[in-house]
Each structure stands twice: as structure tokens, then as C-alpha cells.
């Protein structure tokens, strides 16, 4: 089937693209002397023309700001939530990091709208017609696709609705992948500081090996799945694509070698933070000592409950020792409020947690430490918050677990999105057809 050669100005899209607006191509090749029109003002395009006229906010570097701004956003809020001193080292090797990486998000920012040229540039054409050239090159056709050194794939279209709307689509493919990159940085820099912090407390190789065990496990889960994902949806979707094939199999091919992280490594890449179990030594093993465990929806739901319900005895109790203000320690005995609340205390109306400064050595309760008790509350109240907040991170980071593969969707999507357009634009185009080569 025959295709139009590509003038000058025909709408391009692009898979990476995070603006719907098509741009057009231009010719930039250093010699020019085949036209489309007699007047000579749309030159016909060759492989040597790898330029568009606006540059498109591209995919790449926008994941990268956002994947890097809420990775140093997250290592800030895990260093909020720690329950244990980690000593000024770490916490000064936490905030350097997390600097560090807002400022390199804050620099991807100033790269969101400047990459195109160089990357068209170092990108190269495929599918072209090698059997026709203008001014020594050859030329290119509505069959060819044109391979961002950036990673994304364009390709001319002759109608303004078409690119409109495809380029729409490929937009809100992007933008759900950015975002779901973005959730996950966050959740990677909480749950590396939670982790770290976890190991450098306990001070045991088992729970040292759970910071490499989420970061090299996670990391080549969600890589080598990802792979496993993009070859199953490539394999198994628009067969009778012609153009899907091509660039499939000639224009960006599915490769082990990107497994291996690259330029645009992001920490979204990390996947799943602190989702592994330590016992109370330490120990990479689970609450019953047998084994490691990942993820234990029941302990998760208990340890969540077990914050709640002290929040809300802690303020109970809190209200009730309003009632001794301003009365001596040694006093607190002989009032009825002090006997009602060292009477809750003993029917186990409040957490162990809650009431364990009120107690002696041999658990009995001590009316004349009631008063200091009312003064631990608030600390008590502010590392349950914490301690949901660690929960959260945890149960978000279990489901956000999926995030990378549910990402790597909405990625082929985009690639999808591009073809389908050039099928749907087959019957515009120029009255200079090419045949097939």
C-alpha cells in the first residue's frame, strides 16, 4: 500500500508528550531543493529533518521532577516520623539527600520544555522509503517514525483533529503514569529512612539486610516484570497494526538491556519501600520468629487498631487527670478523682502503654505519679500519629507495589494511542504517494 511523502509543517505526535497541542515538523537539512508546491515553501522531509517547530513538555524529565520532588519530600517526612534518635550523622545524611534530590527535581523542571532539539537531533528516523532520496537522503513517509534519543517515538499526521485527539489521549497516558511514579518516590523515600533508621537502631546485619533486600529484590522485581508486562501487551495487542509491528520490532524494541537502570532512572523505579517485618531484635523474621514476612494484612489491621484505641483512651485519660491540676503528688491518694483513675487503671481501662510510668516494679499502681503521667500524655499521643503515619507508608506501599507494572500500562497505552492515530490519518496526506520500498 502506497503512503504520502511528509512536507514540511504536517502535525507530529509524540508518545512522550504532556501537551495535546501538535507541533509540526521542519525541515532542517543543509541543502534543500525538492518541493511539494511550485511556489517552494514546503519542502519535502527526509531522514536528515529531525525538527519540530514548539518543543513538546516531554514525559521524560517531568517524571523525572516529580518522581525526585516527592522522593525528598518523603525522605523528610520519614525523618518526622521517627520513634528513636538516630544520632546527627544520619539525620544530616537524611536531609542532605533529600536537598539533593529536590534540587535535581528542581532542575529536571528547567529541562521540561528545552529537550526536544538536541534529542531529536541525537534520534534517528525508521521506516523510511531507501529506495527514494531528496538532496541524498531519504525520505520519509506517513509510515515512518521518528526515535527520540529522549525515548519517545514521533510521527507526522496529516490532520489537526487527529493529532488533536490522539495527542489528548497520549497526554492523560502520561500524565496517570507520572503521577503513579510520583506517588511511589514519595512512598520510597519515607520507607528508605523508616528502613535505615530501623537497621541503624537495632544494629543487626538482618535488619541491615532488609534495606538491601528492598532495594535490590523490589528493584529487579518490578524491572524484570515490567519486561515480562511490556512483552505480553506488545505480543498481544492491535495485531493487525502494521505500523504497531514496526515499531515493535524496527523502531523501539522491548530489550533486556533496559533492565539495567539508565539516564532516566528515577526513584519511583525503587517500588515498594518498608513493607518487610523485623521482630523486636531486630531480626528480619516475623512476629512468631519462623520466618520473614512482607506484608501481614492481620498485624497490620491490629497494630493500626491498637494506635486508634490509645489515641482515644489518651485523651479519656488525659481529661481525667484535668482533675488533679494543682493537687501534691502526695495528696493525689487521698482524692476521690485520684482513686477512680488508679481503679480504671487496675481494670485495665487504659493501655499498658499509656499508664507504664504510673507503675512500680511490681506493676502496682503509684496514685503520687499520676500527675507526671498527665505530663507524658501529649509525647505518647504525638508517636501514636507516628505511628499510623509508619502504618500508612507501609500499607500504601504495599498496594503502590503494583504502581511501576499499573505505570508501564498507561505507558504502552501512549505507544498504542500513536499508532491507531496513523491508521485513522491513512487516507489524508498529499497527492505524491510513495511506493511501498
Same mark, same amino acid.
Given at each position: 500500500m502506497g503512503a504520502s511523502y511528509i512536507p514540511e509543517n504536517v502535525y507530529a505526535i509524540c508518545t512522550f508528550q504532556t501537551d495535546a497541542e501538535p507541533r509540526k515538523f521542519l525541515a532542517t537539512r543543509s541543502e534543500i531543493s525538492v518541493f511539494y508546491d511550485k511556489d517552494k515553501k514546503h519542502p519535502l522531509l527526509t531522514v536528515a529533518d529531525k525538527n519540530i517547530d514548539k518543543q513538546f513538555p516531554c514525559k521524560s524529565p517531568k517524571n +523525572?521532577?516529580?518522581? $525526585?520532588?516527592? =522522593?525528598? +519530600?518523603?525522605?523528610?517526612?520519614?525523618?518526622?516520623?521517627?520513634?528513636?534518635?538516630?544520632?546527627?550523622?544520619? +539525620?544530616?545524611?537524611?536531609?542532605?539527600?533529600?536537598? %539533593? !534530590? &529536590?534540587?535535581?527535581?528542581?532542575?529536571? +523542571?528547567?529541562?521540561?520544555? @528545552?529537550?526536544?532539539?538536541? %534529542?531529536?537531533?541525537?534520534?534517528?528516523?525508521?521506516?523510511? @522509503?531507501?529506495?527514494?532520496? =531528496?538532496?541524498?537522503?531519504? %525520505? &520519509?513517509?506517513?509510515?515512518?517514525?521518528?526515535?527520540?534519543?529522549?525515548?519517545?517515538?514521533?510521527?507526522?499526521?496529516?490532520?489537526?483533529?487527529?493529532?488533536?485527539?490522539?495527542?489528548?489521549?497520549?497526554?492523560?497516558?502520561?500524565?496517570?503514569?507520572?503521577?503513579? /511514579?510520583?506517588?511511589?518516590? =514519595?512512598?520510597?523515600?519515607?520507607?528508605?529512612?523508616?528502613?535505615?533508621?530501623?537497621? $541503624?537502631?537495632?544494629?543487626?546485619?538482618?535488619?541491615?539486610?532488609?534495606?538491601?533486600?528492598?532495594?535490590?529484590?523490589?528493584?529487579?522485581?518490578? *524491572?524484570?516484570?515490567?519486561?515480562?508486562?511490556?512483552?505480553?501487551?506488545?505480543?498481544?495487542?492491535?495485531?493487525?497494526?502494521? @505500523?504497531?509491528?514496526?515499531? *515493535?520490532?524496527?523502531?523501539?524494541?522491548?530489550?533486556?538491556?533496559?533492565?539495567?537502570?539508565?539516564?532516566? $532512572?528515577t526513584p519511583g523505579d525503587l517500588s515498594s519501600p518498608d513493607i518487610l517485618e523485623l521482630d523486636e531484635k531486630g531480626n528480619l523474621a516475623s512476629k512468631d520468629g519462623s520466618r520473614p514476612i512482607f506484608f501481614n494484612g492481620k498485624w497490620y489491621v491490629q497494630d493500626w487498631q491498637k494506635n486508634l484505641i490509645e489515641i482515644k483512651q489518651g485523651t479519656a485519660l488525659a481529661e481525667d487527670l484535668s482533675a488533679l491540676d494543682g493537687v501534691d503528688a502526695r495528696e493525689v491518694w487521698k482524692t476521690a478523682e485520684g482513686k477512680a483513675i488508679v481503679e480504671n487503671i487496675r481494670q485495665g481501662k487504659y493501655s499498658a502503654d499509656l499508664v507504664k510510668t504510673a507503675l512500680d516494679g511490681n506493676n502496682v499502681v503509684r496514685p503520687r505519679n499520676l500527675p507526671n503521667l498527665a505530663k507524658e500524655l501529649?509525647?505518647?499521643?504525638?508517636? /501514636?500519629?507516628?505511628?499510623?503515619?509508619?502504618?500508612?507508608?507501609?500499607?500504601?506501599? =504495599? &498496594?503502590? $507495589?503494583?504502581?511501576?507494572?499499573?505505570?508501564?500500562?498507561? !505507558?504502552?497505552?501512549?505507544r498504542k494511542e500513536l499508532v491507531t492515530a496513523m491508521v485513522e490519518d491513512a487516507n489524508n496526506g498529499i497527492n505524491i504517494i510513495a511506493n511501498n520500498p
Open positions: +523525572a521532577m516529580w518522581s $525526585f520532588l516527592c =522522593f525528598g +519530600a518523603g525522605l523528610l517526612v520519614g525523618l518526622a516520623l521517627l520513634s528513636n534518635p538516630v544520632g546527627w550523622v544520619v +539525620a544530616t545524611i537524611c536531609i542532605a539527600t533529600a536537598v %539533593a !534530590s &529536590i534540587g535535581y527535581g528542581i532542575y529536571k +523542571a528547567t529541562q521540561i520544555n @528545552h529537550s526536544c532539539t538536541g %534529542a531529536l537531533s541525537a534520534g534517528c528516523w525508521k521506516i523510511a @522509503h531507501t529506495k527514494v532520496r =531528496f538532496n541524498k537522503e531519504y %525520505a &520519509i513517509t506517513q509510515n515512518s517514525m521518528l526515535l527520540c534519543d529522549a525515548g519517545g517515538v514521533l510521527t507526522p499526521i496529516f490532520s489537526y483533529n487527529i493529532a488533536l485527539t490522539y495527542g489528548q489521549n497520549i497526554v492523560n497516558n502520561n500524565n496517570k503514569e507520572i503521577g503513579l /511514579n510520583a506517588i511511589a518516590s =514519595f512512598l520510597g523515600g519515607v520507607g528508605m529512612v523508616l528502613a535505615g533508621a530501623e537497621a $541503624f537502631v537495632a544494629g543487626s546485619w538482618p535488619a541491615l539486610g532488609k534495606v538491601g533486600l528492598w532495594i535490590m529484590g523490589t528493584t529487579t522485581v518490578v *524491572n524484570v516484570g515490567a519486561y515480562g508486562e511490556t512483552e505480553l501487551i506488545r505480543n498481544t495487542s492491535l495485531e493487525d497494526n502494521e @505500523h504497531y509491528q514496526d515499531m *515493535n520490532e524496527e523502531v523501539d524494541k522491548n530489550s533486556l538491556s533496559d533492565l539495567i537502570p539508565d539516564k532516566d $532512572f501529649p509525647e505518647i499521643k504525638t508517636q /501514636n500519629i507516628k505511628n499510623i503515619g509508619k502504618l500508612g507508608v507501609k500499607g500504601g506501599s =504495599f &498496594i503502590a $507495589f503494583a504502581f511501576p507494572f499499573i505505570a508501564t500500562y498507561f !505507558s504502552e497505552n501512549s
